[in-house]
């Protein structure tokens, strides 16, 4: 799920996607453009479907996580 996606469906509003996540605005501002995991199945099931995680995505980047090392996939 990329954040640009996340701050569209809330209306641009960071504060708005801290407080449906009980998580900080700082944290949201911090994410990289694919959201953390964890984050994006919670949205998925927060917005009923609206907004989905990218179960491909994540997978492709474990697999090279596992293959290249952790700095690889920062």
């Known amino acids: 799920m990329r954040k640009s996606d996340v701050l569209s469906h809330f209306g641009g509003n960071?504060?708005?996607v801290a407080r449906v996540l009980g998580i900080t605005r700082a944290s949201v501002n911090g994410w990289p453009d694919l959201i953390p995991e964890?984050?994006?199945y919670r949205l998925?099931?927060?917005t009923r479907g609206k907004l989905k995680a990218d179960v491909a995505e994540y997978d492709r980047r474990r697999q090279q996580h596992r293959v290249d090392g952790p700095s690889a996939a920062a």
């Open 38 to 40: 964890a984050q994006a």
């Open 14 to 16: 960071q504060s708005e």
């Open 44 to 46: 998925e099931r927060l």
